[in-house]
Nanobody, 114 residues
């Protein structure tokens, strides 16, 4: 059974940083692309970043490019999202997603506020 579990969210002031984690199980993690999405209240789910199985390709949404960094540790079956220079508009529930299995995690709340 494919399972994705996000963690690391919380409350942070504008300009601060957070590091999200997504722990995966139930599939051969190193063979698959993983993506991060986010959804703010009343908004559609927005793609944030993606990383290929071998870490050679990372891509980002325009709204986070230059501030967020996606990475993975295939020895720990975990994907990370380092978020720097956070803005109030980054407030959302953040989800990781395994497109090969159309599987979502439960999400972790990120709130950027002073």
């Amino acid at each position: 059974q494919v399972q994705l579990v996000e963690s690391g969210g919380g409350l942070v002031q504008p300009g601060g940083s957070l590091r999200l984690s997504c722990a995966a199980s139930g599939f051969i993690f190193r063979d698959f692309t993983i993506r991060w999405y986010r959804q703010a209240p009343g908004e559609e789910r927005e793609w944030v970043a993606a990383i290929s199985h071998n870490q050679n390709i990372t891509t980002y949404g325009d709204s986070v490019k230059g501030r967020f960094t996606i990475s993975r540790d295939n020895t720990k079956n975990t994907v990370f999202l380092q978020m720097n220079s956070l803005k109030p508009e980054d407030t959302a529930v953040y989800y990781c997603y395994a497109p090969a299995f159309t599987s979502w995690g439960q999400g972790t709340q990120v709130t950027v506020s002073s």
